[in-house]
């Protein structure tokens, strides 16, 4: 019965803090210089090379990202592109979305990074592919979302969907 009392005014109390001392911080609030520790293999994520979405995906091989170099990508209007496989979260009207593609060299892991928290699908034989990793924003870094896929040697296309701004930043390297 103590037991139980004691938990509840535990509880009680953690309801009385304040709004903001429930809130966490920001990485921003908490890290002394923000991409100086970069996941291994990212070191080019703010090279920003200027690049432009394909329209469709047969045309994806004029958007082509190469492998560990860090894009500041145009995207378009939701509208103005056609998807060969329907994002999961195509994002509403008013957003954003993009295609590019990237080569595999060799069978393994390899790791798309964005700048946002838009939806990515990677393509293999005109299949989208399950990642085998996700990660969430890495401590004290512009990247706010990475997702790891088991390729086979090739071209792939990468699709990004709903993200709420025109530009975006994008990075795939092979995995460490």
Same mark, same amino acid.
């Given at each position: 019965?103590?037991?139980?009392?004691?938990?509840?005014?535990?509880?009680?109390?953690?309801?009385?803090? +304040?709004?903001?001392?429930?809130?966490?911080?920001? +990485?921003?609030?908490?890290?002394?210089?923000?991409?100086?520790?970069?996941?291994?293999? =990212?070191?080019?994520?703010? &090279?920003?090379?200027?690049?432009?979405?394909?329209?469709?995906?047969?045309?994806?091989?004029?958007?082509?990202?190469?492998?560990?170099? &860090?894009?500041?990508?145009?995207?378009?209007?939701?509208?103005?592109?056609?998807?060969?496989?329907?994002?999961?979260? +195509?994002?509403?009207?008013?957003?954003?979305?993009?295609? =590019?593609? =990237?080569?595999?060299?060799?069978? &393994?892991?390899?790791?798309?990074?964005? *700048?946002?928290?838009?939806?990515?699908?990677?393509?293999?034989?005109?299949?989208?592919?399950?990642?085998?990793? =996700?990660?969430?924003?890495?401590?004290?870094?512009?990247?706010?979302?990475?997702?790891?896929?088991?390729?086979? +040697?090739?071209?792939?296309?990468?699709?990004?969907?709903?993200? *709420?701004?025109?530009?975006?930043?994008?990075?795939?390297?092979?995995?460490?």
């Amino acid at each position: 019965m103590r037991r139980l009392m004691l938990t509840a005014v535990t509880v009680l109390t953690a309801c009385a803090l +304040p709004a903001s001392a429930q809130e966490t911080r920001h +990485p921003t609030e908490i890290c002394t210089a923000m991409d100086a520790a970069l996941p291994a293999g =990212f070191g080019a994520w703010n &090279g920003k090379a200027a690049i432009g979405t394909a329209p469709s995906p047969e045309h994806a091989v004029h958007a082509p990202l190469v492998l560990g170099k &860090g894009y500041e990508a145009q995207l378009a209007k939701k509208a103005e592109v056609t998807f060969s496989v329907e994002p999961e979260k +195509p994002g509403g009207s008013a957003s954003y979305s993009g295609l =590019f593609s =990237f080569t595999a060299e060799i069978a &393994g892991n390899y790791t798309v990074a964005l *700048g946002s928290a838009a939806w990515i699908d990677v393509l293999e034989d005109g299949k989208t592919l399950a990642p085998s990793k =996700f990660d969430h924003e890495p401590e004290c870094t512009t990247i706010r979302k990475m997702l790891v896929f088991g390729l086979k +040697p090739g071209v792939h296309v990468l699709q990004v969907a709903g993200n *709420g701004a025109d530009k975006l930043r994008v990075m795939v390297a092979k995995a460490s």
